[in-house]
């Protein structure tokens, strides 16, 4: 499988236009070969047109076919085999065992989403029958179905070079939903891309679909990017990554002569409370897994644990020395870019030199590139609430606790939050009172909440939601983890007073799909 | 029951502080009593405090003390009887039966969320529970349900003043979902909007909720309309208007530091398919049917159908001559406003000085200020095509047939279309397979497809799309008629390993609700 650095416009493999990126070896500074020529302007353009040309006859594909492509982009990623977790590993740092557990939950993925496909509920089939003889007025007969919204572009990750990219959730949901996809790879693991990308090519070809259902363009985000999102031929965009790069999309899309959707997954800060009969009765077990959620893949997860809030005292200050003794003997560990090594150092320094937190504990240092020492620094509610910047994302490792005098306090600190992805309490049964009070709250900042847990884990599932409220997510009312992910691709159609033969199957009378319908208000058994 | 002209924050009835309005009678162009003072950035802001301290009671109400509260406005705007009726037509000039059929429908409607509310499908239950012997790690138990967003704001339209106005769709919605609703009334119904906002209030006080959970302003949209869109504490936003006035608060919505969505339901021109087989067989009755739809209301709806498309030839030459016969029959009717029928003056003759555009038809003359005297212009595929101002909306009783040579040119038109709220195709056995061919493409253009009817009757029910791609609204992804208009005011949230006690009743294991979950992937029988 030799690598070719070319994009992937439908079945083509074509050069770029633009200059080269490589994939950087982030334990060796190493440049990785081959060269990856961006596209240009002309090539974006050439890649939305085939994406717009696949759009109707890939949508009108049956529910069995685009579950089966699914199912087919799942095995051609297996049958890479180790190819795909060496040149990962290679490009990004990351452990093989992360890689193959990576890999394991983008092929579950999906076939989960496959699954979600064959099921039919997110046709959210309605019918209204005819009533002729109704007064004063008859009622027509009107059936409502769910539609693609058109060609997606996709944003890869650079922190899940598998599944937040090339074929990760955007791109197993939007596929699903009948949408053809244009990935931007991530600068950060081209290699890794052109695998699984030619790996999706492959299955559109042996699944007989359009080419343009799916290509693979490389390139600068100021350049390709906002190109993709301006074309006029993308309906909506999916995009994991800084609140910088999410809001510059959105932005675009925005500023478009027709708007369009932007699903964009920023940053988070994750805060976790610590309830006080939990602090008392297990402080010790509750630093140590702390500290394993905090410094887990180098702290590189959207979830990481970046804050603590808990009430001062002794038993916070038992835990803080806790945490501090588990992450002063925590290895550093290799990140995933020089830049986002670096923009961690920055973030980490920004909070040492500010004169309301204090460092409580540094991990091992470095002994290699771009190694991330872990941070974790200690405030006090009443500077937290006076300076923003406190809650600022680091990247990485970092993670801040907030010492809060009373209750009030706590619930200060938790209401001046930003939108999160998730909050988690860790309580025993005489925090209980106290857990409800705040649940109104975190409700109303957090896509998911966690109760005696860590939030790093994301499982991929029906009832997950990783989102959350700007700026986590640039719109809270979607997940980009689990099968209601594939709700942001679709629109509401109402077909009135059809015959038949001209409806779409899932709508047709005799039910072909077999398909649990809303009739006349009634859920079919 | 007096008029007082003052705002209505939450249960207190307050002067505005700047310059007022007045209804102005467009029959007579006679100013009606009371002036309505406009409010200021100062009651903008009291009332969304009051909107946000009544959301956390609001949503953890009952679903059925929801419900209740749905269906207790319903009586409480029939409550209003005649008194109601009386001055809405003072101040529309839309004649008794309308208005009465319009309660109809807006009390319909609120009903109809009731039962939405109830059914509860709208909480969007999953359950994937704990697999603590799972390999390599345990599976968590993940629940997820759907929260609202936070408080609305909505903005009362013109031409339904109640059905899409204090109590109207987006307001029920908002309410069913959980969100207290703020409503700037339209400047042209001030009278309405206050009886109508008053029996909510009544509502809100005999169902013992929270004050803040309606409350009801008057003023400019640019002052109060911006304050409101602007104000932290408003998380959606809900319109019916024109492009600009919609396209003004989108923007208001993302420059916010954290912006927030806005269903803008706009403009569209509803085309209609006239297919040869239809028009040859039955060309007078299409005519007819046309003229009807076309002037029904002064043409003064969302769905009125303002562009035809047909082959070229003598059938059409005919339909063109039948509508204009009736057409040069209809009498003038009275417009909502003096501003409609300037609006509408304009856009008319804008057509008429359009070289590209020939009058078939006017209709009666005006006996009386502000009346809207019908148009028929033709115009030719390839003009149509070559100058976008043809398919600017002209909001009243005008419409433009556009001659097709072919298919192709067919097809080009319909491909030329922005964005609309319906597109209807009037055809017989024979025109079938022409009528599928467009299909894809009429799906891509409207959120509602409608066979041999007329799209100015917008049912409410289950399977209902008023929306589309934009311009017709902001959000194609959405409907602002229908039950399924519930969901733009909600977002998910996910519940991990919480105790029994601690989840909301909805999530809960014995499931006191009765939903019909999604568990494991199994839908609940």
Chains 1, 2 share one sequence.
């Not at 490389?218 to 390709?224: K, Q």
Request: charged share 20%.
């Amino acid at each position: 499988m030799t690598l070719t650095g070319k994009l992937l416009i439908g079945q083509h493999a074509i050069t770029g236009h633009r200059e080269a990126i490589r994939g950087i070896d982030p334990a060796t500074d190493a440049a990785l070969e081959p060269a990856y020529f961006g596209g240009d302007a002309g090539q974006v353009g050439q890649t939305c047109a085939l994406a717009e040309a696949a759009f109707d006859p890939y949508r009108e594909t049956s529910v069995e076919q685009r579950a089966g492509f699914l199912d087919t982009i799942a095995q051609e990623i297996e049958a890479l085999g180790d190819a795909l977790i060496d040149r990962a590993m290679a490009e990004t740092g990351l452990p093989r065992p992360r890689l193959l557990g990576e890999r394991g939950r983008t092929c579950h993925q999906l076939r989960l989403f496959a699954r979600t496909v064959r099921a039919g509920e997110w046709l959210d089939v309605r019918i209204d029958p005819a009533q002729p003889q109704r007064q004063p007025l008859p009622r027509a007969d009107l059936r409502q179905r769910q539609v693609p919204v058109g060609p997606v572009a996709v944003f890869g990750a650079s922190n899940f070079p598998l599944a937040f990219s090339v074929a990760g959730g955007d791109t197993a949901s939007a596929l699903a939903a009948g949408c053809p996809v244009v990935v931007k790879a991530h600068g950060a693991h081209p290699g890794t891309s052109e695998l699984v990308g030619r790996a999706v090519a492959r299955a559109v070809k042996a699944c007989g679909l359009p080419e343009g259902v799916f290509s693979l363009l490389y390139g600068s985000g100021r350049e390709v990017g906002i190109a993709l999102v301006s074309d006029p031929r993308i309906k909506a965009v999916g995009f994991t990554g800084s609140r910088s790069g999410g809001l510059a999309l959105c932005q675009a899309a925005q500023a478009r002569p027709e708007p369009i959707p932007v699903y964009a997954e920023m940053s988070s800060i994750n805060p976790v409370l610590l309830f006080p009969v939990a602090l008392r009765n297990r402080g010790e077990a509750l630093a140590r897994g702390f500290v394993a959620s905090l410094t887990l893949g180098a702290g590189q997860f959207c979830t990481n644990p970046g804050l603590v809030i808990a009430f001062k005292g002794p038993a916070l200050d038992a835990f803080v020395a806790d945490a501090a003794e588990h992450l002063q003997h925590s290895a550093a560990q290799t990140m995933l870019t020089p830049g986002i090594f670096s923009a961690f150092e920055s973030s980490v320094n920004a909070l040492a030199e500010n004169a309301l937190a204090r460092i409580a504990a540094v991990g091992q240092r470095a002994t290699g590139p771009n190694q991330c020492q872990a941070h974790l620094f200690v405030t006090d509610a009443v500077d937290f609430l006076a300076d923003r910047r406190l809650q600022a994302e680091a990247f990485g490792a970092a993670s801040l606790v907030v010492q809060c005098e009373d209750f009030d306090e706590i619930r200060q600190v938790t209401e001046h939050l930003e939108g999160q992805l998730t909050a988690t309490l860790h309580l025993d049964d005489g925090d209980l009172e106290q857990a409800r009070a705040l649940l109104p709250t975190l409700e109303r900042k957090a896509g998911r909440l966690l109760v005696n847990g860590w939030p790093t884990g994301v499982e991929v599932c029906d009832a997950m939601v990783h989102g959350g409220p700007f700026p986590a997510t640039s719109d809270p009312r979607s997940t980009s983890v689990g099968t209601a992910a594939i709700q942001r691709f679709l629109r509401p159609v109402c077909y009135q007073d059809f015959p038949d033969a001209l409806l779409p199957q899932a709508l047709r009378q005799a039910n072909p799909l077999g398909l649990r319908r809303l009739i006349d208000g009634q859920r079919e058994a």
